[in-house]
Structure formats: structure tokens, C-alpha cells
């Protein structure tokens, strides 16, 4: 017997799937700043890794407050896209071709996030569920200002120093 019958159950395995992501990314993020050049690269990973675990942690307590004892929801977008994350630190054989590598990873992570808490978001708000839609839609909100940041810093200091380092 198929588990998603209703439109809250659907939002609730939503919002399973997205507790595990924010997971995975939190601990993805915090290991791969590390490894950057670009300073400013580096604290937005930092700081992305702290506002994913912000994340799961509101998401645990949204799920606790739907009646939802499961956290157990695997997300395999998520996995694939912190596989990418991996193997680009294994390919690039230059500092800054990997910091431009690693936006392109953690901007398709931000878009996939954005597309999953406005879906939720706009479930929570159909349910009547306002609060919940409004906490959502300020998480979506953050992940869009995120994904501002990372195209800034790419286009105006990343992309042009993995240029020069490809000329070289």
C-alpha cells in the first residue's frame, strides 16, 4: 500500500526529505570549506553550513508539531548532489577552478532547496497550515539570498581567477 494519500501527507514526506538534505548538506558544506581558496567562498560555505543545520533543526520541530515521529526519509537528490561536490574536489586540479566547480554544486543544491520549500511552503498555506507557510517561505527566502551571494562572488572574483588559471 502506497504511504502518500492526502496533501499533508505529502507535505510531511516533503518535509522528511528536506530534513535530510539539510542534513547531508550542513555536514557536506562544513567539510568542503576547508579545501577553498577564495576566502569569501569559504565563509559562505561556513556560514551555509550553519543555517542547513538551523534548518533541519526548525524542520524537526515543524515535523514534531505535524504529529510526524519519522525522520527517517531518504533523499537521493541530496546524495547526488554532494557526490558532485566530491567529485569535483577530486577532478580540478587548480584552487580556483575548484572554488568555481564548487559554486556550480552548492548553486544547484540552493535551487533544488528553493524549489522544495516553496512546493511545501505552498502546501502548508492550501492546508491552512499559515505559520508553517510562513516559516517555509523565510527559509526559501534565506536559500534565494544564498544563491544571490554565490552568483555575486562567481561573476565578479571566481569564474575570472579559474580563467586565468586555465590560461597558465
Keep these: ?8 501527507g505529502l507535505m510531511i514526506y516533503q518535509l522528511q526529505s528536506i530534513f535530510e538534505a539539510e542534513n547531508r548538506w550542513s555536514n ?4 568542503t570549506a576547508r579545501v577553498i581558496a ?6 559562505i560555505f561556513e556560514k551555509g553550513s550553519k543555517a ?5 533543526s526548525s524542520l524537526q520541530g515543524m515535523l514534531t ?3 510526524s515521529t519519522s525522520l ?3 533523499n537521493t537528490v541530496a546524495e547526488d548532489i554532494v557526490r558532485e561536490l566530491k567529485e569535483v574536489q577530486e ?7 575548484l572554488d568555481a566547480g564548487l559554486i556550480v554544486a552548492h548553486q544547484c543544491m ?14 502548508a498555506r492550501l492546508l491552512e497550515l499559515d505559520k508553517l507557510a510562513t516559516d517555509l517561505h523565510k527559509i526559501m527566502e534565506e536559500e534565494k539570498k544564498e544563491d544571490k551571494r554565490l552568483t555575486k562572488l562567481a561573476e565578479k572574483k571566481v569564474n575570472a581567477k579559474a580563467r586565468t588559471a586555465l590560461i597558465h
Design 52 to 56: 542547513a543545520a538551523g534548518h533541519a
Design 72 to 74: 527517517d526519509r531518504r
Design 65 to 67: 508539531d505535524l504529529g
Design 91 to 97: 577532478a580540478a586540479a587548480d584552487p580556483e577552478v
Design 38 to 43: 577564495n576566502e569569501d567562498l569559504q565563509k
Design 28 to 31: 557536506a558544506l562544513n567539510e
Design 1 to 8: 500500500m502506497k504511504e502518500v494519500a492526502t496533501l499533508r
Design 110 to 123: 540552493n535551487h533544488y532547496m528553493i524549489a522544495k520549500y516553496g512546493t511545501v511552503a505552498s502546501y
